[in-house]
């Protein structure tokens, strides 16, 4: 027998349990009852007033009684107690998939505890159980209890108001956890937006420093038109460092007594130096400096001055 009614609005009603075989219509719409199998249920009065309270407590009341797992908790307040129901995500999830049930044939889902609130009779679930009532609590009871309980064909069931939404990847990560992850996330793209800004001001600013260096210093704009400007200055650089050192070497040689520096003159490539009263065999003397350092020398006599080249 297929274990459902007819239920206009929401579909077709359907009790969910591990060893209920169902046939399902891969085109109906159905609401789900969840066997009492599939979830916890406790009846407790509380000194506390609203059912977000006593939800968040649920864990603890629960804690010597559950099976390790992720769960969830529904609470709903009759009078002045509470019953709170766990269940796991995972679970009724897996058995969905199991019996043939795709989420979207889905159109809502609660506790088989709702459906059965005006229950006055048993209803036969398998050859082994029944669903009843005891002490106001519907749960599944050995069907060898009760006799001439009646088929699910033969009572007639309202899909209830209390409805609750599964989790798809509760198994994975519970709430509070993915609560966590998704705040840190949050702040992950609230570091990386603002890091984000702040490197784009700093571009700017490069930017216009880089504008207003090239507009003071007049460079190219290219990076390879700069880097000839570069070298071309770094070579005259270096020869102007050369001529300042040979200069130096010359003035600063050890000369005898009437012995001087007629002149200097430098054409962009020699420099060229004249003596007067200087023979070619002091120059050893007063070159050394120049010999030191390897640095090739050309001498020439013209009357009675000594010039001296040295290329730049």
Sequence with gaps: MILFLKFKQQGQILFLDQERHIDVDPKEKYFILLSPSLYWIKKVTLPLKYTHEVKKIAATLFEEILPEGNYNYYVVKQNDSFLIFAYQDSKILSLLSQKGIGLGQVRGISFAQFACENLDESIQINEKYVLSKEDGIALLLPSVWFQNSKSFDEVELQAPKQQIHLEQFSHIVDSKTLYKVVVLLLLF?????????????????????????????????TLMQNRAILAKYKKED???????????????????????????????????????????????????????????IKTKTKADKLIVEVKI
């Design 189 to 221: 793209i609230a570091l990386f937006t603002a890091e984000y800004i702040y490197f784009l001001q700093q571009k700017e600013q490069i930017q216009q420093k880089r504008e207003a260096l090239f507009s003071e210093y007049k460079l190219k704009p």
């Design 238 to 296: 270096t020869k102007a460092r050369k001529l300042r050192t040979y200069i130096n070497y010359f003035l600063k040689a050890n000369y005898s007594k009437g012995e001087r520096i007629l002149s200097l003159e430098y054409n962009g490539s020699v420099l060229e130096v004249v003596f007067k009263n200087v023979k070619e065999e002091d120059l050893k003397r007063l070159l050394s400096r120049f010999y030191k350092a390897k640095i090739a």
